[in-house]
C-alpha cells in the first residue's frame, strides 16, 4: 500500500494576500484558485519542484479559527521547507522580505533556519546534510 498526505490546511485571514506571499516571497507556485461560491476558494500551493507537499490555504471564516490563525500549533515550528541549496535559498528569500527570527546555524542533521510565514506561523527552512533521514 502507498499513501501520501495530499494537502495540509493553512488558516489565512485573505486569500489573495496569502497567494501573495507564499508565491512571490517562497516563490511556491499556485496550483490552483477555484472560486467555490460565497466568498469561498480553493486555494492551493507548493514549493517550486514539489510533486507532492501542497498547502491549501483556507480563510477563517469563524472566530474561533481566526483566532488560530498565524498560531495553528501554539508557537510550535509548524511546517519545514527543504532545499536543494540552502545558501542559495536563503540570501533570495531575505531579500525578498522573509522574516527569519534566527540566524542559520548548523545542526547534526544539516543547515537550518527558522522563519515566519506573514500570519506569524514558524517554519523550518532546512538543507538535510546527505547522510540525514528526516
Same mark, same amino acid.
Given at each position: ?17 496569502? *497567494?501573495?506571499?507564499? +508565491? ?70 531575505? +531579500?525578498?522580505?522573509?522574516?527569519? *527570527? ?5 545542526? *547534526? ?16 527552512? *532546512?538543507?538535510?546534510?546527505? +547522510?540525514?533521514?528526516?
Amino acid at each position: 500500500m502507498k499513501q501520501k498526505i495530499g494537502l495540509v490546511a493553512l488558516l489565512v485571514s485573505d486569500y489573495d494576500e496569502a *497567494i501573495s506571499f507564499y +508565491t512571490g516571497k517562497l516563490h511556491f507556485d499556485l496550483l490552483e484558485d477555484t472560486d467555490l461560491g460565497n466568498g469561498k476558494r480553493w486555494v492551493v500551493v507548493a514549493p517550486p519542484g514539489s510533486l507532492e507537499s501542497r498547502l491549501l490555504l483556507a480563510k477563517a471564516t469563524s472566530p474561533q479559527q481566526g483566532s488560530s490563525v498565524g498560531n495553528q500549533t501554539g508557537g510550535r515550528v509548524f511546517l519545514f521547507l527543504y532545499t536543494d541549496d540552502f545558501w542559495r535559498d536563503y540570501p533570495v528569500m531575505k +531579500t525578498a522580505g522573509v522574516q527569519f *527570527i534566527e540566524e542559520p546555524r548548523e545542526e *547534526i542533521f544539516g543547515t537550518v533556519c527558522v522563519f515566519e510565514d506573514l500570519y506569524g506561523n514558524k517554519w523550518d527552512f *532546512i538543507e538535510l546534510k546527505a +547522510t540525514a533521514n528526516h
